[in-house]
Each structure stands twice: as structure tokens, then as C-alpha cells.
């Protein structure tokens, strides 16, 4: 009987032999000393994987994992951070003191492509405003500050340059929630910043989701964007700065809906906050992007935060087919340079829509009101928050292949809620 079992298991060892055989490590021919080594790019437990320190190489950032980000995660020149649909990316909080962030330097790359119905998500462990510092972009594209260069807000990395056409990459259908970390008690970081980004570096259907300061904000630069939605931001919804000359289409911004408190103060400031440079309105080049199909929603607040698009700082625009709700001066300009240049039309407002007033900050009367296709003192209604435009508006697709042609007022029609699915309301 022992030497029956004895033969037994020799025969299922030579077995067991044969199949370890048949399943070692699969190297392409490569000596790897017998031990099977994962790609560097591919974590074999996403989430496992933790996003900390400096990316200096490619790396992915499998589809439907789930990554950890411990402190500052950076993209040096060289790199790139490629983000698969459906990833979730969560700021840990776990360096006191210390904000989570993704900063892409001067030079790296971030190609996030998510899907409608496969959004990528970063947000934090702690589902509150300011929880961590959000998503920043450096480029090489002009700015107007002195010497044409500039150091980020987070990070000390520095942006700016000749590159009018610079690729940062690419950022699809991502949700970016509960940013804001704030570094002092007067500075906060945005969802998503912009620093001298170039336009080759593509920007649509993102989202940033109750920021403790500004949803999105440019510091010059040349990128455009296109399917926006800043929700519930603290502060501003959108912001620019230091000569962007971008373009946009399709931005939505809305603001928490909560009643206003007992001094008739409620949550986020301006809709738009739009600057040249504030220590100098006239620095080149100058800011003004071109937008249009606008949908902002304020939170009708009666005491501090009035404003809706609050153009100042000598920035110059060109605003079409906005709708602007929530605010008890819809649209306010403040000083010489940006509203000389309204006289000048290179700064110019049409198709507008208002539930209230447009205002000059400094008591002079612009007379916006009687600009092609405007209107004020409207009553405007919405579905689902936000969805729903007005017919009549200025098609810029034939002066434009950015713009797509869209000949009414505001960003979310009903037959094609593009917000479905990716977002959070």
C-alpha cells in the first residue's frame, strides 16, 4: 500500500512539474532570472497603486481602477500620465498640512480620456469643498506677465513662453470633485487651473464639483475649451487672467441653490471673474477670449456676492449667446481699459439674455442692454437646474471650425443634454 501511494505521488509531481512548466513567466525571450516582473506602466493591483512624488517616464492608469494620490503627484517634462475610461483617482489626505494635487510641468503631458457613459473621477476619501488641490497644467504658451514667464500657484513650476500652439495633452469626460485645499487663509487652489496651456492641448466635458474656490481659471494662455460645467463652486465658476485668448462654447455654471442666509449672503461669487492684469490693465497680451453658448446660474444672493460676469482688470471679450440668471447685476464692467474697449469693438456682447441688469461698476452706462439680440429684466426657466435655451443667436461656425454652429441662447438644449450621465447635479 505504501508503495502504491509512494508511486502516486511521483506521478503527481511530475504533473504539477509539467504545469508550472507550461505556465512560467511569459518574457518574450527575455531573461528575467525566472521571476515575473509586471509592466512598469500598469500597476498589477490598481488599487494598490499609489500616485506620489515625480512621473518622469510614460505611465497608465488602468481602465476602471482605483488609484490612491498621496500629496503632490507631478508630471516633469517628458512624462506622461495616460488615464483610461473609468478610472477613480482619490486624494487621501494622509500628509498633514499638505494639499493632493496633480501638477503637469512645462514640457509633460496628461491624456485623460474618459466616456460618457465611463467618466473618469478625482475626488478625495473626505467628500467635502477644499478636500484636496485639484488638477494643474503648465505650458509654454504666451502670457502677459513681465519677462513673458510666471511660477504656478502650486508647485512653484514655471509657465509661459512662444508656444502658441503647445500640447499638454488631452482631458475628456472627467469629473473633478471637492478641490480647493486651502494653502493660507486667503489662497485656495481651483478644480482645474491653466497656466500658459497651448491650444493643441484639447479640453472638453469636464466637470469640477462643489470647489471650495474657482471651478476653472487661466493664467493667459492660448487653449480653448468646450463642454464645461462648474458646479457649486465656492467662488468663482470661471475665471482668466495674464492675457488668455482662448475660445470656449458650451459652459455651464451653476451655483449652490441653497437659500442665502440671514444676511441674504449665499455660497460662490462671480460667475465669470474676467481680468487682464490687475497691477497693470493694459500688459500684452491682452486678455479675451471668444465665447459663446453660455448657460450661468447664480444663487441669487442679496448681499455680498452680487455680480454675475464681472469683467475688469482691462480684460477684453467677445460674448455671444449667454444666458445669465441668479444675480442681481447679471453682467457688471469695471475699469477705463475694459470698457474703452467696448467702445472700441474689441470687446463686444451680443445675444445675451438677463434676468437683471448690466452695470457699469464706476456709474458710467455702456448701454450694453441695446447690443445686438440683448435683452434684460427677462424671466428664464430651466429643467433639471440647467437644461434649456433660448432661440436666436450668432452662428460662429462660419467664421470658426472650433465653434460649432449653434444659433440659439445658452449651452444645454433639451434635445441634447451632452451633461447626461458623466456629471453629478
Not at 512560467?24 to 515575473?36: E, I, K, L, Y
Not at 466635458?205 to 474657482?214: L, N, P
Not at 458650451?250 to 461669487?269: I, K, L, R
Request: with cysteine.
Amino acid at each position: 500500500m505504501k508503495k502504491n501511494l509512494r508511486n502516486i505521488g511521483l506521478v503527481l509531481y511530475a504533473m504539477i512539474s509539467l504545469v508550472m512548466v507550461g505556465c512560467g513567466s511569459d518574457n518574450d525571450g527575455d531573461d528575467n532570472g525566472g521571476t515575473d516582473k509586471p509592466d512598469p506602466e500598469v500597476p498589477v493591483v490598481p488599487e494598490n497603486y499609489e500616485l506620489k512624488g515625480k512621473l518622469t517616464e510614460a505611465r497608465t492608469l488602468k481602465a476602471g481602477g482605483v488609484y490612491t494620490l498621496v500629496g503632490g503627484y507631478e508630471v516633469e517634462k517628458g512624462g506622461v500620465l495616460t488615464i483610461e475610461e473609468g478610472v477613480t483617482v482619490k486624494a487621501t489626505r494622509t500628509i498633514d498640512g499638505a494639499p493632493d494635487y496633480i501638477l503637469v510641468k512645462q514640457g509633460g503631458k496628461i491624456n485623460a480620456n474618459g466616456t460618457k457613459e465611463k467618466p473618469i473621477v478625482m475626488t478625495s476619501t473626505k467628500a467635502e469643498a477644499g478636500a484636496w488641490g485639484g488638477v494643474h497644467i503648465c505650458g509654454y504658451a504666451p502670457i502677459n506677465l513681465a519677462g513673458g514667464t510666471g511660477k504656478s500657484e502650486i508647485g512653484d513650476a514655471p509657465f509661459g513662453g512662444k508656444d502658441a500652439h503647445d500640447n499638454s495633452g488631452t482631458i475628456r469626460y472627467v469629473r473633478l470633485e471637492y478641490t480647493g485645499f486651502a494653502f493660507t487663509p486667503t489662497k485656495e487652489s481651483n478644480g482645474l487651473t491653466l497656466y500658459g496651456v497651448g491650444d493643441k492641448t484639447t479640453l472638453e466635458y469636464i466637470q469640477t464639483y462643489e470647489g471650495a474656490d474657482d471651478g476653472f481659471e487661466w493664467f493667459g494662455g492660448t487653449v480653448n475649451a468646450k463642454y464645461l460645467v462648474s458646479t457649486a463652486s465656492n467662488d468663482d465658476s470661471f475665471d482668466w487672467t495674464d492675457g488668455w485668448v482662448g475660445k470656449g462654447q458650451f459652459w455651464v455654471a451653476y451655483q449652490a441653490q441653497t437659500a442665502p442666509d440671514a444676511t441674504g449672503t449665499a455660497n460662490g461669487d462671480c460667475l465669470i471673474e474676467a481680468d487682464n492684469r490687475e497691477d497693470n490693465h493694459t500688459n500684452i497680451p491682452v486678455s479675451n477670449p471668444t465665447l459663446a453658448n453660455l448657460t450661468l446660474i447664480g444663487n441669487n444672493d442679496s448681499n455680498k456676492q452680487q455680480r454675475g460676469v464681472r469683467l475688469r482688470a482691462g480684460t477684453q471679450v467677445k460674448l455671444y449667446n449667454v444666458l445669465i440668471t441668479g444675480k442681481a447685476k447679471a453682467l457688471t464692467t469695471a475699469t477705463t481699459a475694459t470698457e474703452d474697449s467696448f467702445l472700441a469693438n474689441k470687446s463686444v456682447a451680443e445675444y445675451i439674455y438677463a434676468s437683471t441688469i448690466f452695470v457699469n461698476e464706476e456709474g458710467g452706462d455702456l448701454a450694453l442692454e441695446t447690443k445686438t439680440g440683448n435683452k434684460i429684466n427677462q424671466a428664464i426657466t430651466f429643467k433639471n437646474g440647467y437644461v434649456g435655451t433660448i432661440d436666436g443667436g450668432k452662428d460662429l461656425s462660419s467664421e470658426d471650425s472650433f465653434f460649432t454652429s449653434a444659433k440659439y441662447k445658452g449651452a444645454v438644449p433639451e434635445s441634447n443634454d451632452w451633461t447626461a450621465g458623466w456629471t453629478k447635479r
